[in-house]
């Protein structure tokens, strides 16, 4: 570790294991890392419940459109801050950006045939049941009928 | 080998510098420690919110497509607990009624829930929420968890008007 040269003392430390576990954790934070943070705004706070069940693995093939919803009902949207009638021109679109994709897929949705995406729903705790209705509504009139509402694990 | 070869010769070490690869190592640690957020331990309560339908409809037709049920044969109407929800002016909850009977607060609702849920010769099998417009989100979570606890998972919404219901979802 250590040797005298001539009276000069050098200190060579073995840097070896230092790095390796360096490495490890660079591993584990690049595993760990929520690369969909976009999808969950920091500015809604859920409520929190107790039998709220926790997402299980996405289905396979599963798609999610998530709407998170701010304290006065507007839709925060690719961080824009949308009105109920933007909102809904947003949704109208996903809506058939989503009919476009099926269709390019080769599946065909017969007239009045449900969505297959899931509604995702997350709304601040102070959003008034008028305007979390009034998206709802928007939703289901551009043919979505599977809702998730999210609230926080009672343990969370 | 040749390595090997040059210490024997020379008797001297080659030394790969270790230092700024620790280096560039710790800045990729430090950016990953500072933009790491743990995940929220989310949960969520699915729903199959159908299109706005005369639920109150006693002749609505059965979907053909869905499983049938033994209660299926009775009418949709017939099938659902209503809950009114009312909120006081902050958006809290404020009076709850189940049908026609009137319960105080949250422990309430949920103990006579479960009366009537258990009465096997009620046909209820799912539920409409009719709230109030002020009602915050919090609060009808509320509602949704004990009726989600109770295995009710069939439950539309409605908007409560000052006549007393509104379409329902």
Redesign the interface.
Known sequence: MSGNVGGEVRAEPN??P??DI??Q??TF??L???FS?DN?DQRVR??V???????EGARAGEERLVLNIDRDGNLLWGGKVLGVELAGQEINTQAQLIKLNLKSAGKKLKSGE?LPT?I?I?????????Q??RL??IC??NGF?????????A?? | MRSKKFRKSKGEEVEVP??P??DM??Q??TF??L???P??????????????APTMDMNAPENPNQDQKPTDSIPAALRTMTTTLH?NPS?NLGRVNLGDLEVQGMDELRTKLKEILSDKTLPFDQALIQ????????E???V??IY??LDITKIS?S?LTDNGGGPS?
């Open positions: 840097l070896t230092l790095l360096v490495f954790l660079i934070f690049m760990v890392i929520n943070a969950y859920l409520p419940a107790g039998s709220a069940k926790p997402i449900p899931t995702v997350r709304a601040d705790k102070a959003t008034p049941f008028s979390l209705y709802i509504t289901q009139t009928t599977k809702f998730a509402l999210k609230a926080m694990s343990e969370g | 270790i230092t690869m620790l190592a710790f990729l640690l990953f420690v933009t790491y957020r995940a929220p331990t989310e949960g969520q309560f699915a729903m199959n919110l159908l299109p706005a909120a958006g709230a109030d417009p002020r009602l915050k989100y919090e009808l979570i509320k949704i968890d989600s606890d919404f908007e979802l």
